[in-house]
Structure formats: C-alpha cells, structure tokens
C-alpha cells in the first residue's frame, strides 16, 4: 500500500493556459474523489468517482473543468483556460466507503 | 445544500488542558460526521468518526453528536503540541463529505 499519490506537486502556469493533474489511488479503492482547497477553507468537493463511473459532480464547478477515470484505475483533472481564481491545492482521496478518506498530498496550482 | 460551520479560531491552550472543538450543520436529517485533523502544509486525515447521538471515545479523543441541536463537538484531552493542527468538522454528504472551514488549534508548551 503506497498511499494516494498525485502529480505533479506543484504547477506554475500563466493564465489561459491548460493543466492537468494526475492521481493514482490506494489500488484496493473504488471511490475517488477531487477538492479544492484554498487558504484558510476546508476541502471543497468537486468530483466523484465509483470505478470508472462519474456519479457526482460540484454544481459550482464550471465548464473548464474535466475529470475522468478510466477503467477505474489513475484518474486526471483537467483545467481548461485557467484564471488566477483557479489557484489551489488540489486534492485527491480514495477510499472503501464514504467517511475514511485517504488523500494524496495534493497539487498546488498557482496562476499568473 | 449542507453546510458545517466552525469557529476558525485559533483556540490555544495550555499543555495538559481539554480543547474543545465545536461546530454546528444545517441539514438536520444529516446521520454521519467526522473530525479530520490538518496539519500544517499537509492534507487531511481522519481521526473519529460519529453516527449516533452521545459520545464516542478514542483514547484522548472524545466525539459528541448532539442531532437535536444539529451540533458536534471534539474534546482532546490532555492536550500536546503535537496537537497543534486545523480541525475540520465533516458532515457525510451522501456520494461526498463537506467540510467545515477548520479551526485552528494551538497547544502551547
């Protein structure tokens, strides 16, 4: 068991750009899950899924935003045309069930 | 739309001193909240876990859910600065947890 693992760590890019981040869950989960979490605030809860499947996604999420799971396995966030408001750690867990959560250490996003 | 709301803090307290952590949720057929604990420059993990009202007991961690109230709160006893840490109150949202905004706890030497 390697843990949640996300990359890259940290990504630095000027605004309108496209980023992508990576995560690769603990192998025996099923369910995976992205927040965003800025200075100061909890978690914010952006998208889940069980296997390959997409079942929930943030209504406050915009159209620039994308994730996919394929065959269940790694999973990746697509930004489209970042803004400066889109800076933020960006987490990813998995997990068995729905209250322990195991999250990677994140990936820091920082638009210029 | 669920929501938890805790004080931000920070709290601080005295080595050896009970800090107690509190936080109130909007949705009151809410069943199940956790505590994750933050620290500093690293992500969130669990540390208890509550679905019933009354408390719940974890070595120096106490958990209590009050539903009538729609109010949780952690008791840390004997508190260490190794303590020292964001502590997120978290309401099972269904497909999701929601989390609190945190609340900065300070234990002083």
């Known amino acids: 068991d390697t843990g949640v693992s996300q990359n890259p760590r940290h990504k630095i890019t000027k605004r309108g750009q496209n980023v992508t981040f990576r995560c690769d869950p603990i192998?025996?989960?099923?369910?995976l899950y992205w927040y965003r979490q800025t200075l100061g605030q909890g978690p914010e809860f952006l998208t889940y899924f069980q296997n390959e499947a997409q079942l929930e996604k943030s209504r406050l999420l915009s159209d620039r935003f994308s994730a996919e799971r394929p065959k269940g396995s790694f999973s990746t966030l697509e930004i489209q045309r970042t803004e400066q408001g889109d800076s933020a750690m960006y987490l990813c867990a998995s997990s068995w069930n729905t209250g322990e959560l195991f999250f990677g250490e994140g990936s820091r996003l920082t638009v210029l | 739309q669920k929501e938890v709301e805790q004080n931000s803090g920070p709290l601080s307290v005295p080595e050896g001193a009970i800090a107690s952590l509190n936080c109130t949720y909007s949705?009151?057929?809410?069943?199940?909240f956790f505590w994750y604990r933050q620290y500093s420059g690293k992500s969130p993990e669990l540390i208890m876990s509550i679905y019933s009202n009354g408390d719940k007991e974890d070595g120096r961690f106490t958990a209590q859910l009050n539903k009538a109230s729609q109010y949780v709160s952690l008791l840390i006893r004997d508190s260490q600065p190794s303590d020292s840490a964001t502590y997120l109150c978290v309401e099972d949202g269904g497909n999701k947890l929601v989390f609190g905004a945190g609340t900065i706890l300070r234990v002083k030497s």
């Open positions: 949705d009151r057929g809410s069943q199940s």
């Open positions: 192998s025996e989960h099923n369910r």
